[in-house]
């Protein structure tokens, strides 16, 4: 029986993919089944995974898959937090503009932030114990964007113990590393145990 990621974002489906493969299991993108993305009304990446994972459950009475991720800055309270895809209303440049305007004058551990991906698994729609896992990936904000590659705050946000941004970084290199690379991770060893 395979399990339904609840995205239609391609490049999750590979991600999640080389963990299911590995584990002998099927998954398959929610839009081969005609369901249109959940509307995360979630104050929380939890309540957020939660709802995009019972929603694919409900339209195909299947088990289903879903992550919620993005950035955390602490000096500003947390934001963009849950908002991170829509903190400016409009793209990435936009967004990665609205969060150097919001830190400008901070230095120090004042630039401080994490990447936070949380994975929910639910065996059913009703499931009352959902396996939920996390993964941050700690480092700090630049003062201005740098590299190419990745997408979101990806050429602003340079990892812990490195100086390079996430936007400088080979793809491989930033799918071993990631937030969402943690947060399956942790999933594996409790996913093995559930099945």
Do not use: C
């Given at each position: 029986m395979?399990f339904?990621?609840?995205?239609?974002?391609a490049g999750k489906?590979r991600?999640?993919?080389?963990?299911?493969?590995?584990?002998?299991l099927?998954?398959?993108?929610?839009?081969?089944f005609?369901?249109v993305?959940?509307?995360?009304?979630?104050?929380?990446?939890?309540?957020?995974?939660l709802i995009k994972?019972?929603?694919a459950?409900?339209?195909?009475?299947l088990p289903a898959?879903?992550?919620?991720?993005?950035l955390?800055?602490?000096?500003?309270g947390?934001?963009?937090?849950i908002y991170?895809?829509?903190y400016?209303?409009?793209?990435?440049?936009?967004n990665?503009?609205k969060?150097l305007?919001?830190?400008?004058g901070?230095t120090g551990e004042?630039?401080?932030?994490?990447?936070?991906?949380?994975?929910?698994?639910?065996?059913?729609?009703?499931?009352p114990?959902?396996?939920?896992a996390e993964?941050r990936w700690r480092?700090?904000i630049?003062l201005?964007?740098?590299?190419d590659?990745?997408f979101?705050?990806?050429?602003?946000?340079?990892?812990?113990?490195?100086?390079?941004?996430?936007a400088?970084?080979?793809p491989?290199?930033k799918?071993t590393?990631?937030?969402?690379?943690?947060?399956?991770?942790?999933l594996?060893?409790q996913?093995?145990?559930?099945?």
């Amino acid at each position: 029986m395979p399990f339904v990621l609840a995205s239609n974002n391609a490049g999750k489906l590979r991600e999640f993919s080389v963990l299911f493969d590995s584990m002998g299991l099927d998954v398959v993108a929610q839009r081969d089944f005609g369901v249109v993305d959940a509307e995360e009304t979630g104050l929380s990446f939890i309540e957020n995974a939660l709802i995009k994972a019972r929603h694919a459950a409900t339209e195909t009475n299947l088990p289903a898959i879903a992550d919620d991720s993005g950035l955390v800055v602490p000096a500003l309270g947390g934001e963009p937090g849950i908002y991170s895809a829509r903190y400016s209303g409009m793209g990435d440049i936009e967004n990665n503009n609205k969060l150097l305007a919001a830190m400008q004058g901070l230095t120090g551990e004042d630039r401080s932030a994490f990447y936070v991906a949380v994975i929910a698994v639910v065996a059913t729609k009703k499931d009352p114990l959902p396996i939920i896992a996390e993964g941050r990936w700690r480092g700090r904000i630049a003062l201005e964007p740098r590299g190419d590659g990745g997408f979101g705050y990806d050429p602003l946000f340079v990892p812990e113990h490195m100086s390079v941004s996430v936007a400088e970084l080979d793809p491989r290199e930033k799918q071993t590393i990631s937030h969402r690379s943690k947060a399956l991770k942790a999933l594996e060893p409790q996913l093995q145990g559930y099945l």
